[in-house]
């Protein structure tokens, strides 16, 4: 029996890991199978190396370790509510309103579309957003026969940088707040004024990359007209308000009862579900149809299994990472370059700031559009909390830089981020197949364009503080927002 010991950590297994890694992300981009698939290749060639080698990457018990519950059941239980919530005909009311007065300017649904997504994924997160906005946006496609793939990849940018303002709206924030003792009122006053500017620059590039696509036409009025769709269970709606607002107090209540996210949202998942079944039982004689009616029709069609088994073996593969320590020695060369380039350039105590300010982002960024964040900002804590103090004039701006770059980098690739991989799996499952080319495509631009604007704030942080990074912040957002409007308007009228 092969022992069950630690990885190893020897160059030649942190050069395997990172070998599959790297074949998995090329894989995925070529497209020449399904990701699970892929997945289960590379996870299934490491067992294979780690039991019959030397070289130990990943065992069955190392692998139980790497697997994030957290992000696993939250998926699972808002999946859960949501499939619930279909049931009672609130999404086919919510596209129909959408479009009132609007369907002849589609331009006009994704920017609503897009705001509200980065509004609602501060406050809840980026993955329960696109949860519940993905199915609307659908909707809005079919109804309108519009390419969906122009209001769904504006969103999930959108819940993306949405997600970086707040404490709540990413994992990674979570855990960058516990470690340096930033809380939810830190999040809005310092990196919500920088997320505001992002949000407008993705609006102009997002109108500019899909006006073709999304363009005014009076037919789309008629495609939209009619009545506006009931809904079908209004003691089931009544009920589910109460259970999502629930379930919202308790991802906000986070820092007072220690409740990590998965657990308000599986215990609404529960209350969800008894709550269908009661209704049902009021007016149906107990049967099959009821059964297939409540939960198992639920976990059979409403729960993405694909996608939670991706994110499994994703975990897995990079808990290899993290145990070979592959992730700590990149995120170590992060401690030897700002040495090198405070010494080569002769920087000074802003200077040496900035560079390792901007070092730590951008590397965050590019990492977690690679793979999974949350495992990268587990390994950087130590070493931010290392380096933070030998830096003349340190201050939590290395912090905000992680969390930064770790959230914005996830727009990087459908793998960067968790609401990336759902919400391309709830598209499949509706018939509209978004490559990870075409993500790539749209996706590599906004994380440049995120990581420059963060970059920009970072240097004001350092050399003016935070009340002038966040006035220029909003500045600058207020001069975007009426030179965008002034070019669209300009647009329409030629």
Known sequence: MHPTLGATTDPISQGIVAAALVALFVLLTLEKAHRVLLALVMVSLLWGISYLSPWRLVTLESAQAALDLNVLLLLAGMMAVVGVLKATGVFEWAVARLLAGRAGRPLVVMVILMWVTGLASAILDNVTTVIFVAPIALGVASRLDIDAKALLLPVVM????????????????????????????????????????????????????????????????????????????????????????????????????????????????????????????????????????????????????????????????????????????????????????????????????????????????????????????????????????????????????????????GNGSPIGASANVTTLDLAARRGCQISFREFLAVGLPVVLLSLLTASGWVILYVEFGNAVAASSSFAAAAVLFFAGRGISRLRTRS
């Open 158 to 409: 959108a819940a993306n940088i949405g997600g970086t303002a707040t404490l709540v709206g990413d994992p990674p924030n979570i855990m960058v707040g516990s470690a340096a003792g930033l809380s939810f009122l830190d999040f809005i006053v310092t990196v919500a004024p920088p997320v505001l500017v992002m949000m407008v620059g993705l609006e102009i590039s997002m109108r500019r990359r899909y006006r073709g696509a999304l363009k005014e036409r009076a037919e789309l009025d008629d495609l939209a007209s009619g009545p506006v769709p009931e809904i079908t269970n209004r003691p089931l709606l009544r009920g589910m308000c109460w259970i999502s607002a629930a379930v919202l107090l308790g991802f906000l209540a986070h820092g007072v009862t220690g409740m990590p996210a998965a657990v308000p949202a599986i215990i609404g998942a529960a209350l969800a579900l008894v709550l269908q079944d009661w209704l049902y039982l009021r007016n149906h004689r107990p049967s099959g149809d009821e059964r297939r009616h409540g939960i198992l029709a639920v976990i059979e069609h409403e729960i993405e299994w694909p996608t939670l088994v991706f994110f499994a073996l994703l975990f897995i593969l990079v808990g290899a990472a993290v145990d070979t320590g592959l992730i700590g020695s990149l995120a170590a060369g992060m401690v030897t370059a700002i040495n090198a380039g405070r010494e080569t350039f002769g920087l000074g105590e802003n200077g040496t700031l900035i560079f390792a300010s901007l070092l730590v982002l951008w590397v965050a960024g590019v990492t977690s559009a690679l793979i999974d964040n949350i495992p990268f900002v587990a390994v950087s804590i130590p070493i931010i909390a290392t380096l933070n103090p030998t830096i003349a004039g340190g201050s939590n701006v290395l912090w905000w830089a992680l969390a930064l770059g770790a959230c914005l980098g």
